[in-house]
């Protein structure tokens, strides 16, 4: 199964990554509904799971895809721990800013509620959270992961982080 995967990421990378995201970031609105929210089966919301799902291969997985790249042939520098110090840098200031706000504006659409009271109720809070865990993921990650995994990697930690931006997107 690895060695099938390295090869989809080898042949289709984008859309290999697009679907490795939708699947994760639909299990994190799944963990986050019965293990944290704990509806049970019969009042898990499936169209919430979609959201998820859809936002991850749709929206995240490209764009992180392309933005990994994007860093990985731009940021170039002699010293690699002031590569990686920028790498991150303009991860954290450009790319997890841009995507939370995208991200609550989708789901507000998406449910049919509005992106302006979404973000002033969650954005502050979800950012200030996104700097306390993500810095050093994706330091750890520029600097011991192949390009190829990177989208993988910030996936399985996403885990986590899809649980609580799924339990924070959908709390009234």
């Known amino acids: 199964m690895l060695r099938w995967y390295r090869r989809k990421l080898v042949t ?18 799944v963990m986050a509904q019965q293990a944290v929210e704990k509806k049970g089966l019969k009042n898990h919301e499936l169209a ?4 998820m799902a859809l936002y991850g291969g749709a929206v995240f997985g490209p764009a992180a895809t392309t933005w990994f790249k ?7 520098l002699k010293n690699k721990n002031l ?18 706000f995208v991200f609550l504006s ?4 998406m449910e049919g509620s509005s992106p302006k009271d979404k973000l002033e109720k969650t954005y502050t809070t979800a950012l200030q959270k996104n700097w306390m865990v993500w810095p050093f993921v994706q330091a750890v990650n520029f600097k011991l992961v192949p390009l190829e995994h990177r989208v993988l990697v ?19």
């Open 106 to 109: 989708s789901m507000a659409i």
């Open 83 to 100: 590569e990686i110090a920028a790498r991150v840098a303009a991860d954290q200031t450009i790319f997890a800013s841009t995507n939370l």
């Open 48 to 51: 919430r799971t979609g959201r």
């Open 70 to 76: 994007f860093l990985q042939d731009k940021i170039v």
């Open 12 to 29: 289709s990378p984008l859309l290999t990554q697009s679907i490795t995201t939708a699947v994760l970031f639909a299990t994190g609105d």
């Open 154 to 172: 910030v996936n399985v930690v996403s885990l986590g982080w899809n649980c609580y931006l799924s339990y924070v997107s959908s709390s009234k």
